[in-house]
């Protein structure tokens, strides 16, 4: 079987890592390594994918990974990447959000057993802590100055550090020690804001425990017009179908930028590298085509991407009368007897993230409603655009919703 590492390098996730040909010769062996998800939502997001990917590949090759979702440094918040604070959770919340996430993992990783993966929820060591003891055992392992000049801590500075967020590093490096200690976990990954907090566990093994450990970062995703990964104008492209249809999951990636597909597919798909490539050489749609429906599968199963991947030929191409998996909104008959604003529907049915969006978006000429482009964004949508009780809105080329009047 292929090495993990050289498919992560081929595959273009490794932007960091600690003591590279030692970790490359721990890996010739079946090892334990743990990615960390703070359930501060019931979903995660596309941005979560690449760490969960990395650990699938790690499962596929042999190797164990724990999925560790963070109920309890979820309870402070991640100060890394964040220009404010983050909002305090309830412990309800944490605790509903962490049993949504680990539902939605299991379409990545196998939980079959406890030798072939585990996920654990770190509430289950953190909260029982006793503070003086710990910082008596582990606070005293941490240097404040190298603390503050770690990246994540360094940039909040400016703006504000609350000491709640300033515990994150020792509770994350306690995470490393207890999965180490208890699991023989070896190696930490994450994206490459996480780099202090790796490394900061990784010392704190080795002063408490004797043990050697790794770490491996990956990079931060952009697209390459600049933007985050994962977001769009009607906001985060979330995993959960109830947030994100798979019809609109399945728009989001056959809007990638054709740029980015080469780079998504390796990093999005389990296609070979061969694979994606002979693709590519087929020409560019065809390769968003793939990546779309790969992406879409491995999250929402075949079915769903079939569905998808149906709705979006039946709406752009007019094949057939399949929109039953366009993402859907009921409006009552009396609001469209009177008429409703164009860029206000849009808006309403999520299209656009906001009136002001609807309204830009229709002026630059991008909204259309039964195939017809809106000549304003004050048009009125009524009764008159139902064709059998439906009415079928298009933003830009490819992302359409279908009203249905009831």
């Given at each position: 079987?292929?090495?993990?590492?050289?498919?992560?390098?081929?595959?273009?996730?490794?932007?960091?890592?600690?003591?590279?040909?030692?970790?490359?010769?721990?890996?010739?062996?079946?090892?334990?390594?743990?990615?960390?998800?703070?359930p501060t939502a019931d979903s995660l997001h596309v941005g979560h994918?690449?760490?969960?990917?990395?650990?699938?590949?790690?499962?596929?090759?042999?190797?164990?990974?724990?999925?560790?979702?963070?109920?309890?440094?979820?309870?402070?918040?991640?100060?890394?990447?964040?220009?404010?604070?983050?909002?305090?959770?309830?412990?309800?919340?944490?605790?509903?959000?962490?049993?949504?996430?680990?539902?939605?993992?299991?379409?990545?990783?196998?939980?079959?057993?406890?030798?072939?993966?585990?996920?654990?929820?770190?509430?289950?060591?953190?909260?029982?802590?006793?503070?003086?003891?710990?910082?008596?055992?582990?606070?005293?392992?941490?240097?404040?100055?190298?603390?503050?000049?770690?990246?994540?801590?360094?940039?909040?500075?400016?703006?504000?550090?609350?000491?709640?967020?300033?515990?994150?590093?020792?509770?994350?490096?306690?995470?490393?020690?207890?999965?180490?200690?208890?699991?023989?976990?070896?190696?930490?990954?994450?994206?490459?804001?996480?780099?202090?907090?790796?490394?900061?566990?990784?010392?704190?093994?080795?002063?408490?425990?004797?043990?050697?450990?790794?770490?491996?970062?990956?990079?931060?995703?952009?697209?390459?017009?600049?933007?985050?990964?994962?977001?769009?104008?009607?906001?985060?492209?979330?995993?959960?179908?109830?947030?994100?249809?798979?019809?609109?999951?399945?728009?989001?990636?056959?809007?990638?930028?054709?740029?980015?597909?080469?780079?998504?597919?390796?990093?999005?798909?389990?296609?070979?590298?061969?694979?994606?490539?002979?693709?590519?050489?087929?020409?560019?749609?065809?390769?968003?085509?793939?990546?779309?429906?790969?992406?879409?599968?491995?999250?929402?199963?075949?079915?769903?991407?079939?569905?998808?991947?149906?709705?979006?030929?039946?709406?752009?191409?007019?094949?057939?009368?399949?929109?039953?998996?366009?993402?859907?909104?009921?409006?009552?008959?009396?609001?469209?007897?009177?008429?409703?604003?164009?860029?206000?529907?849009?808006?309403?049915?999520?299209?656009?993230?906001?009136?002001?969006?609807?309204?830009?978006?229709?002026?630059?000429?991008?909204?259309?409603?039964?195939?017809?482009?809106?000549?304003?964004?004050?048009?009125?949508?009524?009764?008159?655009?139902?064709?059998?009780?439906?009415?079928?809105?298009?933003?830009?080329?490819?992302?359409?919703?279908?009203?249905?009047?009831?």
């Open positions: 079987m292929t090495h993990v590492y050289n498919i992560l390098t081929k595959r273009g996730f490794v932007e960091q890592v600690t003591d590279e040909k030692a970790l490359r010769e721990r890996l010739e062996s079946s090892v334990t390594c743990y990615a960390g998800f703070d994918l690449l760490p969960v990917m990395a650990l699938a590949h790690m499962q596929r090759c042999g190797h164990r990974p724990i999925v560790l979702v963070g109920g309890g440094t979820a309870l402070i918040g991640d100060p890394s990447g964040k220009n404010e604070m983050r909002q305090i959770l309830s412990k309800e919340d944490v605790q509903k959000n962490a049993d949504s996430i680990k539902a939605q993992l299991s379409r990545y990783i196998s939980f079959e057993n406890a030798e072939s993966a585990l996920c654990l929820n770190n509430t289950d060591w953190l909260t029982i802590l006793n503070y003086i003891d710990f910082l008596r055992d582990i606070g005293r392992h941490f240097s404040v100055n190298r603390m503050l000049a770690a990246e994540s801590y360094r940039v909040r500075l400016e703006t504000g550090l609350n000491f709640i967020e300033f515990n994150y590093m020792l509770l994350q490096s306690y995470d490393f020690l207890h999965l180490y200690k208890e699991h023989d976990c070896m190696l930490q990954i994450g994206g490459n804001d996480q780099w202090g907090n790796i490394v900061a566990g990784i010392d704190l093994v080795r002063r408490v425990a004797g043990g050697d450990t790794f770490g491996l970062t990956f990079p931060l995703i952009t697209t390459a017009s600049g933007t985050k990964m994962g977001k769009t104008e009607a906001g985060a492209v979330w995993l959960d179908p109830e947030r994100t249809s798979p019809y609109n999951y399945y728009q989001f990636w056959i809007n990638t930028d054709d740029r980015d597909v080469e780079r998504f597919l390796l990093y999005f798909t389990f296609l070979s590298v061969e694979d994606i490539r002979a693709e590519l050489d087929r020409g560019i749609q065809k390769a968003k085509g793939l990546l779309a429906f790969e992406a879409t599968r491995l999250s929402h199963g075949e079915e769903a991407a079939q569905q998808a991947r149906q709705a979006a030929l039946s709406a752009f191409y007019g094949e057939g009368d399949n929109l039953g998996s366009l993402p859907t909104t009921t409006i009552e008959k009396s609001v469209l007897q009177e008429g409703i604003a164009a860029f206000i529907l849009f808006a309403q049915t999520g299209l656009c993230g906001s009136r002001a969006a609807a309204r830009r978006l229709i002026a630059e000429g991008g909204g259309y409603v039964n195939g017809e482009r809106l000549e304003s964004f004050e048009d009125s949508i009524s009764l008159a655009h139902s064709k059998d009780g439906i009415i079928v809105l298009r933003a830009g080329k490819k992302r359409f919703h279908k009203v249905v009047v009831e």
